[in-house]
């Protein structure tokens, strides 16, 4: 009966697609423009994947510091403040 159940066991995972993932997420910048006089600035970044984008790994940084963000399944949304001067925006997400 053993045998049995590991032979069943071994056909099942024999079934399963092994196919693998690697086309990763694509990021549309919609906000903000290259240049802006505010300081006060909205980011919202569309991420999309077609197998879907994992919430939990998404990081937005500004010059290197963590940022607060809202997520919809599609877009990054978040409100900044920054000083006069060049500024460097970072995300990361994975699918």
């Given at each position: 009966?053993?045998?049995w159940?590991?032979?069943a066991f071994l056909?099942?995972?024999g079934t399963i697609s092994s196919a693998l993932d690697t086309d990763p997420p694509s990021f549309e910048f919609l906000e903000p423009a290259l240049k802006t006089t505010s300081e006060n600035v909205t980011v919202r970044v569309k991420v999309?994947?077609?197998s879907g984008v994992?919430?939990?790994s998404i990081v937005l940084e500004v010059d290197g510091q963590g940022v607060p963000f809202?997520?919809?399944g599609e877009l990054v949304?978040?409100?900044v403040r920054l000083a006069e001067g060049?500024?460097?925006l970072t995300l990361v997400a994975n699918d």
């Open positions: 009966m053993r045998v159940s590991l032979l056909l099942l995972v999309t994947d077609a994992d919430e939990n809202e997520w919809d949304l978040a409100r060049w500024h460097f």
